[in-house]
């Protein structure tokens, strides 16, 4: 049997996965890292950290592994997004990486769209200037450590410093570069417009490689770290969001996933590169070559039903909290929740608007509040949905993921309010399997990764619209929708008065 790794570099751990040819995951690792928080808005994270807990998960996994190390052919990585790290002339790491989730370039993003202009931006790049993303960071570091900016010879994303030292070879793929708005999404190259406009030159960005690419087999002395054997093709990888969806079968025209994590996602497949959404969602390259994703964010997601559980019902499991839940009718008895617990990102990109329960009534138990926030959470990613077939997608069935896949109840909830036909997966590896698909294509396992999602990916269950619910939740949405409007100022007005 044939083996292949998949590693996911997630924000607060890596997780790698050991996946044979049938798609059947045999061993996984996790090691977690820590946050460098500095101060209010900062996020960083030291590169050296990512590669001390992968080489001991690699080394781990290897020890654990019973059959011959030249069965395992290849190796791919999914990434965390976005985050900057800079690199001096001899590829040494020049600073701590600023991640996703930083928030201190808000000025940054200003300055870019007063000297690029934000309609050019979005003909290019196809995304607008957020925080998060990496061009902002780049600029910051300009700005507020030019000593530091001055011996920056290049700059790379997470996965890809990681991937840099398995290999001592220097690349990016698209998918993730597509977040640094750097890339000219559509024509698949780094834009000498935005490098003109902010004084970078074209050696500061890595060069360009297909997400299945391989770039380089595993150095002697990884091997001897890890016991991987010399031979293992390292392959390029992905996005999380990219090979998430490559490992839920993201592969076609309408398929879709809904992702409800900490923060909630919903992806949807694109084999056009010149649709409009006005920035309202992300557009970014796929993992798969000359493809795209287009993507909304609903920041507090899962976080919403954490953070209910842990102010009104800490000691107990999610189980018991959502206990009863599928007594209460659609609606929750007219109880509505906004998840805007920590602002919003899509459609609103508003980081001071807080989130509502609206229509408390004295009849209202804790299993209304606790559905009411299920509903909450689906009414937020069914904007995204809304945005979607605005445009003229059409969305008739969605693979459903994480936290919002672990309950019967939530899954009918989200094919009622989607309206839409809900697919849970028998087996769900999110982003390392999709890294571990990249690895199975790389090495001709596949003709296609759609060939490979065929082998790798079954449907446990299929959830159907209720039309008596649909139409309930259609209502329901439209008062949600006002919500936003008509709680701005107030929001404003308590913004004063947050710690």
């Known amino acids: ?212 690419a391989f770039v380089g087999n595993v150095t002697a002395e990884f091997a001897q770290k890890t016991g991987l054997s010399e031979a293992a093709k390292v392959f390029a990888g992905g996005a999380d969001n990219a090979c998430g969806a490559i ?74 909290l959502l206990e009863g839940i599928e007594e209460v009718p659609a609606g929750s008895n007219g109880l509505l929740f906004t998840p805007y617990i920590v602002g919003e990102r899509t459609p609103y990109a508003d980081s001071t608007i807080r989130g509502s329960f609206i229509g408390v009534d004295a009849s209202h138990e804790r299993k209304h509040f606790a559905r009411a926030v299920l509903e909450g959470i689906t009414f937020s990613l069914n904007e995204s949905i809304e945005i979607f077939r605005s445009s003229g997608k059409k969305i008739d069935s969605i693979i459903s993921i994480g936290g919002g896949a672990k309950n019967d109840t939530w899954l009918q909830m989200q094919a009622d309010i989607f309206n839409s036909k809900i697919e849970k997966l028998t087996s769900e590896q999110g982003p390392g399997m999709g890294a571990a698909m990249l690895a199975a294509y790389g090495c001709g396992w596949f003709p296609s990764l759609k060939d490979c999602a065929e082998h790798f990916i079954q449907t446990a269950k299929v959830y159907y619209p209720n039309k008596e619910n649909v139409e309930k939740y259609a209502k329901l949405f439209n008062v949600y929708q006002q919500v936003y409007t008509q709680t701005k100022v107030l929001n404003d007005q308590l913004k004063e008065y947050r710690k």
């Open 1 to 212: 049997m044939k083996y292949v790794i998949g590693v996911d570099l997630g924000t607060s751990a890596v997780k790698i996965l050991l996946v044979n040819q049938n798609g059947e995951v045999c061993q996984e690792v996790s090691k977690s890292y820590p946050l460098i928080i500095e101060k209010s808005g900062y996020s960083e994270q030291n590169p050296e950290e990512w590669v001390e807990k992968t080489t001991a998960g690699l080394a781990e996994l290897i020890q654990q592994f019973n059959g011959d190390i030249s069965d395992i052919e290849g190796i791919s990585f999914s990434g965390q997004m976005h985050g900057l790290v800079l690199l001096d002339e001899n590829n040494e790491v020049l600073r701590n990486a600023i991640l996703w989730n930083d928030t201190r370039t808000t000025k940054q993003c200003q300055e870019i769209y007063d000297v690029f202009g934000k309609e050019r931006l979005l003909d290019v790049t196809k995304n607008p200037a957020l925080e998060g993303f990496t061009l902002p960071k780049i600029l910051w570091v300009k700005e507020n450590e030019p000593t530091t900016f001055d011996r920056a010879s290049v700059f790379v994303l997470p996965k890809d410093y990681l991937r840099y030292r398995l290999t001592g070879n220097i690349h990016m793929e698209y998918s993730d570069a597509a977040g640094t708005l750097l890339l000219n999404v559509a024509e698949r190259e780094w834009s000498g417009e935005v490098l003109e406009a902010f004084g970078l030159s074209a050696d500061f960005c890595p060069p360009l490689v297909e997400s299945h």
């Open 247 to 320: 490992g839920s079968g993201i592969l076609a025209e309408g398929k879709t996933l809904a992702s409800i994590g900490t923060s909630g996602v919903v992806l949807s497949y694109e084999e056009r590169n010149d649709l409009d959404f006005e920035g309202k969602v992300h557009y970014f390259n796929h993992s798969e070559e000359n493809t795209y994703y287009t993507m909304g964010v609903t920041l507090a997601a899962g976080y919403s039903l954490s953070w209910f559980k842990d102010t009104f019902a800490k000691d107990e499991a999610f189980d018991q």
